[in-house]
């Protein structure tokens, strides 16, 4: 928690600066999603090197996000937050100059090192500015709400770029924007660490690695070797063996990385499985449709950019109304409206295919974007409602964790989708079979949010999270007693 006292107008520039730093991140992705199709034709890629230009940054970030809370709480919360802005900048200015797509790629992992430490490290400064729970969601929902202003001008902006300059140019934005972030965020936001930290946990870092590593590899690259390919199943074998190991591991150590504690509380569980399931949606459906609206529909980049519109204008403006609701109610009535109306859009898609006219295609973005802009704050709010402030860094990592974890896996499981039923992106009956099936996957995702929000935040989640956070700082206690 910051050591002095913010005024409102500080606190106010400390939320604006936070959010500076996710429309950096998530404008990078959104901008790099439309420029897929021209990444792909200009480097010779295929259906799985697109995938890794989006899943190498994916899976890099979710596993250094947990490491990165834990270093901000420890080594103070600017200093990292800095660090992050000016290796993301760099990466930035690598992946511009990529001289091919294995470069690209590595360079892509730069910047997500740098992006690790973004997203949950301003996460964990709102927390610990806005300390009262109302506040704290209505700025939870601002923040959220910048996720959808990066969707309706990233595609914008980048259509345009690689229309007329080409795709490189999309990665030119982030200097600007990441030289402004690091003065600012020198100049006015007060270093804060947590009062207690925990030691580092190298075997558990490199269980996580391994477990997302294997997982994306096995299924990206399912379609190119085959699902009973030799290969293929050792990568399964592996990611399950580590996620069991992280289980028993994470639970017998003393500070772990993850704190398995913090899943006693069933809204803390949710909000985690919920993440999972409306990112996979989300990364499902922007790897899905901008191949669509370029290589199927034959849209230029900028056109294509201006279909999503409608979903990011719903994301931006539902956004803060979901915070604000939050704060008033609670989050089911977010979680559920969110979950029917990406389940809905999802189910048009999937039983029409790709012959929708242009206005029924728009209809069904917006009510993608109304279902995404309801769940992200009610997401957030959900996961860090109760947790210890002591351990923000901790609890806001593993949310973001959760996030990007199920970006990567949607990008993945489309691809691979796409990848199995054609092998090149155009028009036709192998494309159409792909597509649907892959809209009965983010119809399968909001259901699942749907029937995860109705369980886990009635009374009985409440009580849950209650007892967790009664249990946590009886631990706590005891430990440094």
């Known amino acids: 928690m910051p050591k002095e006292q913010l005024s409102p107008k500080r606190k106010s520039l400390i939320l604006a600066i936070c959010c500076f730093s996710i429309l950096m991140v998530s404008l990078d992705l959104t901008i790099l999603n439309v420029a897929l199709p021209s990444i792909q034709h200009d480097l010779h890629a295929s259906i799985a090197g697109a995938q890794w230009t989006i899943d190498a940054y994916t899976f890099i970030l979710a596993s250094f996000l947990l490491l990165s809370g834990s270093m901000a709480d420890k080594i103070g919360r600017r200093k990292t937050f800095k660090t992050g802005i000016s290796i993301f900048t760099i990466g930035s200015l690598l992946c511009s100059i990529a001289p091919n797509l294995g470069w690209l790629i590595a360079f892509r992992m730069v910047q997500a090192i740098g992006g690790s430490m973004l997203n949950p490290v301003a996460l964990s400064i709102i927390t610990n500015t806005f300390t009262e729970a109302k506040e704290r969601a209505r700025a ?130 949710g909000a985690s499985l919920v993440a999972i399931s409306a990112f996979t949606a989300l990364g499902g459906f922007l790897f899905l449709n901008t191949l669509y609206l370029q290589d199927v529909r034959n849209f ?70 109304i279902g995404l802009g309801m769940l992200n704050a009610a997401i957030t709010n959900s996961a860090v409602a109760g947790m210890p402030r002591s351990q923000a860094g901790v609890a806001s990592a593993m949310t973001s964790t959760t996030r990007q974890i199920g970006q990567a896996l949607g990008v993945a499981i489309i691809g691979s989708v796409l990848a199995s039923n054609a092998h090149r992106i155009t028009a036709g009956a192998a494309f159409n079979n792909g597509f649907r099936t892959s809209w009965w996957i983010i119809c399968f995702c909001g259901i699942l949010v749907l029937i995860v929000a109705l369980v886990t935040t009635g009374k009985w989640g409440k009580k849950t999270a209650e007892e967790a956070a009664i249990f946590i700082e009886a631990e706590e206690k005891r430990q440094n007693s």
């Open 140 to 269: 939870i929902g601002a923040w959220s709400g910048v996720v959808g202003i990066s969707i309706a001008a990233g595609p914008i902006i980048g259509g345009t770029l690689v229309d007329t300059i080409g795709w490189r140019s999309i990665f030119w934005l982030n200097i600007p924007i990441g030289i402004a972030a690091f003065f600012l965020t020198k100049l006015f936001i007060p270093e804060s660490r947590a009062e207690k930290t925990r030691r580092l946990d190298p075997i558990g870092q490199i269980l996580i690695i391994v477990f997302l590593a294997t997982l994306i590899f096995g299924i990206i690259e399912s379609p190119e070797f085959g699902w009973t390919a030799s290969v293929i199943i050792v990568c399964f074998i592996v990611s399950i063996a580590s996620f069991i190991g992280i289980i028993l591991y994470e639970n017998k150590r003393f500070e772990p990385l993850i704190d398995l504690r913090f899943f006693r509380s069933a809204p803390f569980s």
């Open 300 to 369: 230029s980049a900028s056109h294509a950019g201006f279909f999503f519109l409608p979903m990011a204008g719903a994301m931006l403006i539902l956004g803060p109304i979901s915070g604000y609701i939050v704060a008033k109610r609670g989050p089911r009535i977010s979680l559920v409206v969110g979950a029917i109306s990406l389940s809905l859009a999802a189910l048009l898609f999937a039983v029409v295919g790709t012959s929708l006219p242009d206005s029924e295609l728009l209809l069904g973005y917006t009510f993608i974007g």
